[in-house]
């Protein structure tokens, strides 16, 4: 039964693709491309949520096709996240590229206090959630949250209220770049170097505190600037040899997997990880150079990345409390109750939105 949702993912991902036999599609970097495949991932991020609530709900998985849906989020994990730090990676600089120092003063209320202040209004909400469903919040807990920091508690089955890690992790990524471009150096490599330097060292700094999931993908964040900054050889190569590359990129993701898979590697700050990550992103860079993907509803999903990343879980929790035998009686209704209620605070979302 759950199945039926990932074939429905795949369905709306392959709807409107346009394949370039003989070239490529140049806007594959584009927004509204890269929307598109946000919009994809948000929807997997969106599934594999759900699926926590309903495998501590006590749902039993019956059949092949409840076990392979199982299967596929236990093999994705943090994979549905690497293409939002790329493309936020690449955004940066490709807006660095055409508005210049203009762009890097503005960086500190643009960039980083906008986001704090969005995801500070979906903690007071958050918080006020808690308080309706009876569960007591310090005010220790609620003024760190505020700083993405600590999530605001955990519910019944131990699940993490918010996903503060992803907030944190990017308004760090925006500060090493911040910090790296206030140099005015006009320098490329400097910039690239500097900003993986500096988000390398948040890895370190994380390593010793956080679970791995707040840095095992971290560093997709300066590839992505990494390949802003050298768009024009870095695609020269690729058209050049792009079978090549692709079949390359692929090869290796296969065998570091495999490597994953039966190799105890020791952790390392998350590298290999992190590795595998900027190599998936690549296959889906590579992959989009000749597949345009792209449809209105992905680019819909993509565009309203935010408010659904952080605000998915209130559905959740909400019927977790007010009605936990619906989630593992009817778990497709669980699940597209929440998507609903998701996509329709997504709407009004724009309302409320803080901009400076």
Known sequence: MLLGLLLAVLLLSIYGVRLDVN?????????????????????????????????????PFAGLGDSAYCSFFAVLTQLTVVMFLFYSGYGVYESLKTRGWDYVKKMPWRRLLTTLLNFDVAVVIYVLLCLALGITITLKEGLIALTAWQCIGLD?????????????V????????????????????????????LCLSGVVALAQSRGNFWYNTLLCFP????????????????????WA??????????????????????????????????VFAMVVVITTMKFGIGNPVLHWLGG???????????????????????ISTYPLLFILTSLAVTLLIAHFYKHCEIRL
């Open 245 to 278: 590359a692709l079949a390359v990129s692929v090869t290796l993701l296969a065998a570091i997997f495999v490597l994953f898979s039966t190799v105890a590697l020791p952790n390392l700050y998350q590298l290999p990880n992190n590795i595998f990550c900027m």
């Open 304 to 326: 309203h990345l935010f408010p659904i990343f952080i605000y998915m879980r209130l559905p959740m929790i909400f019927m977790e409390y007010q009605s936990p035998s619906i």
């Open 170 to 197: 990017i308004l760090l990524c925006y500060l090493a770049t911040y910090i790296v471009l206030r140099s005015q150096s006009r320098k490329r490599l400097f910039h690239v170097v500097g900003i993986f330097a």
């Open 156 to 168: 019944q089955w131990g699940i993490f209220f918010m996903d503060n890690w992803y907030i944190f």
């Open 23 to 59: 070239g490529f599609h140049d806007d594959y970097l584009a927004k509204k491309k890269t929307d598109s495949i946000k919009g994809i991932f948000i929807l997997l991020v969106f599934l594999s949520h759900s699926l926590r609530y309903v495998s501590k709900s006590g749902y």
């Open 223 to 242: 590839l992505g600037v990494l390949y802003s900054a050298y768009k024009e050889p870095i695609e020269a190569f690729l058209k050049r040899y792009y």
